[in-house]
């Protein structure tokens, strides 16, 4: 799938927002990707999906593993275009856990999927989820790369769009000097 489409689908959705946004890792951007808007397509979430699977396709994948809220859609998506069983985790008392019966089996090679990667928190939480079954991180996957500074996961990492998206410590943060309202859209406190 070409970036071009990429962005063609992002505009038509409105998923890119303008204003002042805490972001899910502390950090503030005057800019903020809600991909839950082009999510709610179900048909532009499968084109999307089929192009991140495709990034995968010679990857050995037992299980889509997405992240609530924001990669539970998606890693559905995914996991239907690879044919994979898909589960999420989710949060419970503050920590990332499987919950609804949901397992992983030692040895599962699994293939993680969010919608954005900025610092790669909820990423990380999943895979500390993985190593405490002892199931297999093979790949990384998201819609969105938003990354300020190189994160590695030490596997494949692969997104559908790479953005240059100004992030700030909320001490540096232009817009709090200014005074301008905050919005906080991320999921990660739900």
Not at 121 to 141: C, D, F, Q, R
Not at 157 to 176: G, I, N, Q
């Amino acid at each position: 799938m070409k970036q071009e489409r990429v962005i063609e689908i992002f505009k038509t959705t409105g998923v890119l927002q303008e204003g002042h946004f805490k972001l899910s890792s502390g950090l503030h951007s005057n800019q903020y990707l809600q991909c839950a808007q082009v999510l709610q397509y179900p048909v532009y979430a499968q084109e999307l999906a089929e192009g991140l699977a495709d990034k995968f396709k010679d990857v050995e994948i037992d299980v889509v593993v997405g992240p609530a809220m924001g990669g539970v859609t998606l890693a559905y998506a995914v996991g239907l275009a690879l044919e994979k069983k898909t589960i999420f985790t989710e949060r419970e008392n503050g920590k990332m856990t499987l919950r609804r019966g949901f397992r992983l089996n030692e040895g599962d090679k699994v293939l993680v999927v969010d919608d954005v990667l900025t610092t790669g928190k909820s990423i990380n939480e999943v895979i500390e989820v993985l190593n405490e079954t002892g199931a297999e991180l093979v790949a990384v996957g998201t819609l969105v790369d938003r990354r300020s500074k190189e994160i590695n996961f030490e596997v494949p990492t692969e997104s559908m769009l790479a953005v240059d998206v100004k992030a700030y410590d909320p001490k540096e943060c232009p817009m709090c000097q200014e005074g301008l309202e905050i919005t906080k859209p991320g999921s990660r406190f739900l």
